[in-house]
């Protein structure tokens, strides 16, 4: 399967003006707890904020930062700065207040749309720094943006114009901005929205990530608004409990889920009473799913649970497991469209059965690292993007993941996965969460350490000894932790993945 994007290409009018010029103006497109907005609606919505932004001073290819709670006014302004012929920065609304100015320096950002808590840390942004603050609370911007005009024409972009810039999920320096162009956005959807989940217009999405993840904006934005489907938008933090509740409100057909979730929503009290009989699937991404973990899901609520794997630098999911043919444990094979492959630290390819680094192409790659001349050069090599994830792959073209190249084990001259161990010791009954991350000891040996989350809290020497002959018994005996540490909770990053950088340095 090969989609190509058509050389004049605004993702707003493909996203959102096509389906009001195709006469689905009056569906649904958006849920949230204080009604729905239909597609004419969003269209409105998103024509008065581009307006806005031009009658601000924004220019075709200057950049603007959206950082607020998910809602109406996020998907208007994110369609508005499209039309307007401006590049989307999408920022986590929670960033502290004191990186804020550095970002902005960074991005170059002509303006920034924001509203909910991110916009304390805006209004204090210096006038000097050349960045104009909307903010959506602000009852005069809301009257300027209600007073401007409803009607707006796309910018007449080119499938290979900056679009939206994402952010890295590294656990290390500065978050990466990633730059993709309009064409990346469309072609996924075509290959993974609709080719892979079969996306609908009787579809209702979900998500636990917010929008500025490029996982959620796809699953729970994009993907439904190419065939005038709806999504479910609430602007809260997401727990189990506010999940439940919108899936008991809004009968959701497609959740898009993380492993941190699933297993927050298997251990609530109330799982067995929940009905999500409305999902015909779920997806998971963002970390690894242990099996244990697939397991449990399955057993708790029954929906499909598809397995994947996607980065920023390719914006989306390119190795999926499919409806009907789910390999609990790996990421199931590749999205056709994309060429994965596996190879050594020398570039040549891994056999089957061995880990090898992940190399992916496809129309969906990114076009750099913003101002990381040299990090670009390491990531983007040709038509592939270099990956620092290692995987294995089965004889028949399922990818199981190992882990990043940077937490890949070597003890006792042999390699050991952490995900291995890690859904081992979850299938351990005391067991809530885990993390394992290795740590050289004093001769400069690396040893595997498991941080635990125990399920009725607590912790003691006698059962970090039970958890260590739990691994023994279960896998090869090199595999097991050589300590056992337990913690409330654990560390993770601003995207949301468990810190194993901060683990490792506070591990000695």
């Given at each position: ?122 209004r204090e942004v210096p006038s000097g720094a050349g960045t104009v603050v909307l903010d959506v609370d602000d009852a005069r911007v809301t009257e300027a943006i209600a007073a401007s005009s409803p009607e707006l024409d796309p910018f007449p972009a080119h499938r290979d114009d900056a679009a939206i810039w994402l952010f890295s999920g590294g656990t290390t320096g500065r978050p990466k901005a990633v730059v993709q162009s309009h064409a990346s956005y469309a072609n996924t959807t075509e290959l993974y929205g609709k080719g892979v989940l079969e996306v609908s217009e009787d579809d209702i999405t979900v998500s636990v990530p917010k929008l500025y993840f490029g996982y959620a904006l796809g699953s729970n934005l994009f993907f439904p608004f190419s065939v005038g489907g709806s999504a479910v938008l609430f602007a809260e933090r997401c727990t189990a409990d506010a999940l439940f509740e919108r899936i008991a409100r809004h009968r959701p057909t497609v959740l898009v ?252």
């Open positions: 399967m090969h989609y190509r994007a058509p050389d004049s290409l605004n993702i707003a009018r493909h996203f959102l003006d096509d389906r009001v010029e195709e006469g689905r103006g009056g569906r649904v497109a958006l849920r949230t707890d204080s009604g729905a907005l239909t597609y004419d609606d969003v269209r409105v919505l998103s024509n008065r904020f581009g307006n806005a932004l031009v009658d601000a001073g924004v220019q075709p290819e200057e950049r603007v930062i959206v950082s607020m709670p998910d809602g109406p006014d996020y998907v208007g302004a994110l369609f508005g700065i499209l039309k307007a012929g401006a590049v989307v920065v999408m920022v986590n609304p929670d960033l502290e207040p004191e990186g804020i100015e550095a970002l902005c320096a960074y991005t170059g950002a002509r303006a920034a749309v924001v509203g909910g808590a991110a916009a304390d840390g805006f889920n993380v492993p941190t979730m699933i297993n927050r929503m298997v251990s609530h009290p109330t799982a067995s009473e929940q009905d999500l009989s409305c999902l015909r699937l779920a997806t998971s991404a963002g970390e690894a799913l242990p099996p244990e973990l697939h397991r449990r899901w399955r057993e708790a609520f029954g929906v499909e649970l598809l397995d994947g794997l996607g980065t920023a630098e390719m914006w989306h999911i390119f190795l999926s497991n499919r409806p009907g043919d789910v390999r609990p444990g790996t990421l199931g094979r590749a999205v056709p469209g994309f060429d994965v492959e596996l190879r050594d630290d020398a570039g040549a390819p891994v056999p089957d059965g061995e880990p090898g680094r992940l190399w992916v192409r496809g129309d969906s790659r990114a076009t750099c690292y913003w101002q990381e001349p040299e990090k670009s050069r390491q990531a983007f090599r040709g038509e592939w993007y270099v990956s620092g994830d290692m995987l294995r792959r089965d004889q028949d073209g399922y990818f199981v993941y190992c882990g990043r190249a940077d937490d890949m084990l070597k003890v006792s001259g042999k390699w050991l996965s952490p995900g291995e161990l890690e859904d081992c010791l979850l299938r351990h009954e005391a067991v809530k969460e885990v993390a394992v991350v290795g740590v050289p000891d004093a001769r400069g040996l690396v040893k595997p350490v498991a941080f635990v989350v125990l399920a009725g809290g607590g912790g003691s020497e006698s059962l970090g000894s039970d958890l260590q002959e739990f691994a023994r018994r279960h896998l090869q005996p090199y595999k097991y932790p050589r300590e056992v540490r337990f913690l409330k909770d654990l560390p993770r990053t601003h995207l949301g993945k468990v810190d194993r950088g901060l683990l490792s340095r506070e591990a000695p």
